[in-house]
């Protein structure tokens, strides 16, 4: 079945070239033209991925980043006019998933939109086919690869977004290493205008809020001063 995305955008031109690139990829296309809207229809479709404009006539998009994330990990595209990193950070750091400058390259969205939807394409299906069967476990707790799910030791599920979950994957996947922030990087972002060492820093205190049982004193992933990160895994 076709993956439903939601379009979140009040100029009707970017609307239009938006919808013909996605539905020639084959993807199942719904439109909300207000903050309100987009609300209303999240409550009655069923949505596979958000594509929010940041500047909309009612509610700013980074109000609504911040409500949906708040009832679900649906993937969250922000696309903007906004030229600021604060702006881009702020994004990131409410939950959004990733997030393209306008002008964009329809093209690279496209990709993008189905790197999140975790879509096999070309010479990552490899990748991805390797990824389903495996599953980390460690102190109780299990990060299921292939269903991109982390299950606390308590047997409840803790959602992250997807860039969160990227991070903690890279690290978990090398425990008892230190991890620099530029290879963190690589394993969230493959925007390279998007590269900072601020934005992992941004996802690591996220991941560390779900799953710390102190985020401010972390036992999981510590900090290796002018290094990066590490995640602690006991033998
Ligand atoms: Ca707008």
Known sequence: MAEHLLIVEDDEL??????????AEGFKVSYAGTGKEMLAILNTEAIDLILLDLGLPDEDGLTLTRQVRARSSLPIVVITARKG???RL?????????????????????????NLLGRSRGDGAGEVAA???????????????????????????????????????????????VLSRDFLLDAVSRDDEASSDRLIDVLISR???KIEAEPKKPKLIVTVPGCGYKFISAP
């Not at 070239?17 to 996605?22: D, G, I, K, R, T």
């Not at 702020?90 to 189905?114: C, H, I, N």
């Open 14 to 23: 970017v609307q239009a070239l938006l919808a013909a690139y996605l539905k």
């Open 90 to 114: 702020a994004a990131l750091e409410l939950g959004a998933d990733d997030y393209l400058t306008k002008p964009f390259d329809p093209e690279e969205l496209v990709l993008r939109v189905q």
């Open 85 to 87: 990193r604060e702006d």
């Open 131 to 177: 990824r389903n069967n495996s599953a980390i476990e460690f102190d109780g707790w299990k990060i299921d690869l292939g269903g991109r799910t982390i299950t606390h030791p308590s047997g409840s599920d803790i959602m992250l977004t997807n860039a969160e979950f990227n991070l903690f994957a890279a690290l978990a996947k090398a425990p008892n290493r």
């Open 207 to 209: 991941v560390r809020k």
